[in-house]
């Protein structure tokens, strides 16, 4: 008796194995596969809420905690993090991918509780436009380097230093400053 045959693979465009990225925009519907996550390397996760309000006085401190805290409890160490009002930018690294499921019900939940006492969001609509966009960030040198500095660009902006009218990156924005 021969055993189970593997499954054949098609090959072309439109036959794409799912990549390192998931969530966000790019889902229609419901997802057809797993959320790639990995232990091994940083993940750049992307909250993107409905509306702005993340910035304001009252709630910027408050969701800074949010975020702190819940990445302590899970373990989890924050790289980087930029608070930009309509989304939240982070890169964290996973200790242990099962970990995953309850941090990021925790956080989403616990910011969008807070945001809606805040700016008093109508009953029924949803705080977060988008489920959480995650892109697992394979390197420690070039790659990483580049999601902090696209979310140190995404800082700057936030807080007013910059606009993207003028800079697109880094590049741009050490030319205009002269730091070479």
Known sequence: ????????EFAGKGFRKPGDEFGGSLLKGNPKCKRPLDSKF???LVLRATRGGMRLPKAFSVVNEIVTKTAQKH???VYRYANV???LHLLVKINHVRDWPAFIRELCGRIAQTMRELIKLPQG???WLFRPFTRIVRGWHKAFRSVCDYIHLNF???EGFISRKETKSLKDLRAIWGDG
């Open 75 to 77: 373990g989890f160490k």
């Open 125 to 127: 609509e949803a705080f």
């Open 1 to 8: 008796m021969s055993g189970r045959r593997a499954q054949l």
């Open 156 to 158: 700057l902006e936030a």
């Open 85 to 87: 009002g309509n989304h």
């Open 42 to 44: 940083p993940v750049h």
